[in-house]
Nanobody
Framework: QVQLVESGGGLVQPGGSLRLSCATS????????MAWYRQAPGKQRELVAR?????????NYADPVKGRFTISRDNTKNTVYLQMNSLKLEDTAVYYC?????????WGQGTQVTVSS
């Protein structure tokens, strides 16, 4: 059974940092690309960052987070991370971990990130 469990969200002031984690199980983690998405109130879910499978590790980012967020993965721990720096009010959202199995997808339950002064 595929499971994705996010953690690390919380309340942070503008300019602050958070590190999200997504612990996975039930599939060969290293073989699949992983991604982080987010959904703000009243908005559609949007891609934040993606990382390729295996040792390739190629990443890409949505324009609003380039230079501030970093996605990484630890294939020995079956975990993907999102380091978020210089957080802005507009980064407030529920952040979701995503695994793509070549057409089929699996999602975590989400973790709330609130940026507020």
């Amino acid at each position: 059974q595929v499971q994705l469990v996010e953690s690390g969200g919380g309340l942070v002031q503008p300019g602050g940092s958070l590190r999200l984690s997504c612990a996975t199980s039930g599939f060969m983690f290293s073989a699949y690309p992983m991604a982080w998405y987010r959904q703000a109130p009243g908005k559609q879910r949007e891609l934040v960052a993606r990382i390729r499978s295996g040792s390739d590790g190629t990443t890409n980012y949505a324009d609003p987070v380039k230079g501030r967020f970093t996605i990484s993965r630890d294939n020995t721990k079956n975990t993907v991370y999102l380091q978020m720096n210089s957080l802005k009010l507009e980064d407030t959202a529920v952040y979701y971990c995503n695994a793509n199995f070549g057409g089929l997808e699996s999602w975590g339950q989400g973790t709330q990130v609130t940026v507020s002064s």
